[in-house]
């Protein structure tokens, strides 16, 4: 498979373009194999950081109930630590995700 990128908005598409199908520009690049690698490592590693994200969402809201329950301060205590645990996870993927997008690593 050979990818091509907008070199006005930086579409990627996984078929050969004349116009980008986004903003319809003309400057269409076609990726080298190296390029193309990367863009395919990079969209499997930020599908599985998108699915993490999905998971940790619904983990802290499990924790959010068990703080609610307040049966035991060592119970709490856990649940605390697994929606903090969860929150500081979810805002390292975030950031992570944010830096493969300005590095032109999304695809």
Not at 70 to 82: Q, S
């Amino acid at each position: 498979m050979v990818l091509y990128q907008c070199q006005n908005c930086g579409y990627v598409s996984d078929y050969a373009v004349t116009v980008c199908p986004k903003c319809g520009s003309k400057n269409i690049k076609k990726f080298s194999g190296k390029e193309e690698k990367l863009i395919k490592k990079s969209r499997k590693t930020n599908y599985l950081h998108m699915k993490l994200t999905r998971f940790l969402v619904k983990i802290k809201k499990y924790a959010e109930n068990g703080v609610k329950e307040n049966l035991d301060p060592a119970c709490v205590k856990i649940f605390k630590e697994v929606e903090h645990n969860c929150y500081e996870s979810y805002q390292k993927i975030v950031a992570e995700l944010q830096t493969h997008m300005k590095g032109k690593k999304w695809g």
